[in-house]
């Protein structure tokens, strides 16, 4: 797969599961993602949130986007709060694939996190053999 393929899967799902570290633990949450050209994912969370925290503990991350039709694209990186500066134009693109987070911009405290990917898989399980391609990025 190319990274356009990869692309075009993770804008077809609004959801995925994001797992941070704590302490050596893991721990998982569902989050409402949206993708930039560059193939990184963001999502928006309450700045008090366990994944917030974890984060910015331990910023890598892994995600897993899919699992309909036996296919998922699994995706591991390093996440960080988006800068203000670099804001407005992420936001416009959250914003086209979640316009409730227009209401949720509001909360005092509202945070948006970027997932750059440095790793990603795709795998197909509807097929056999499945068919599993993988990604590096740097």
Known sequence: MTRSDFHAFL??????????????????????IAVTDSLEIMFDTVAGSRKCANLLADPRV??????D????VQVEGTADLIARKELAAYKEIYFA???????????????????????????????APPRIEELTLR
Request: glycine share 10%; with cysteine; net charge positive.
């Open 11 to 32: 804008c077809q799902h609004r959801l995925a599961v994001l797992s941070t570290v704590r302490d050596g633990a893991p721990q998982a949450a569902l989050v409402g």
């Open 62 to 67: 892994a995600l897993v986007a899919g699992w």
């Open 69 to 72: 039709y036996g296919q998922t």
């Open 97 to 127: 694939v979640w316009p409730d987070g227009r209401e949720r911009e509001r909360w005092p405290d509202i945070a948006y996190v970027r997932v750059r990917p440095r790793w990603l898989r795709f795998s197909d399980y509807g097929m």
